[in-house]
């Protein structure tokens, strides 16, 4: 099994730290780097042991029949990790296509 991300979700990843800093979640941008390392680190590794759920129809702009995981960082937020499996070659792929988290899709949840 492996874990695999769009580009779009990459790209992301490479803003997220920027924009938690800027937000002022993080006192030092140093921080804000380590937790979006720490939670792709924590995708890439349990996303195939994690209990999901279908996504629900909101999110077919990012891809259709997708599942959801869920991943609590802090006790006021958790990230949603929207994806697809396929088979590879006979490995198991869980491909990432969208990241958000509780803040900005609870309502659509």
Known sequence: MSVEFLPEVVG?????????????????????????????????????????????KHFDKYGKSMKYAIFRKSKRTSWYVFFKTYNRDGEKIFLVRYIANNHTIAQYL
Do not use: C
């Not at 002022?24 to 939670?39: I, K, P, Q």
């Open 12 to 56: 992301y990843f490479e803003k997220l730290a920027r924009i938690l800093f800027v937000n002022g979640y993080f006192g030092g941008y140093e921080w804000a780097v380590r937790y979006v390392n720490d939670l792709n680190i924590d995708i890439k590794t349990t996303l195939p042991m994690r209990s999901h759920r279908p996504a629900p």
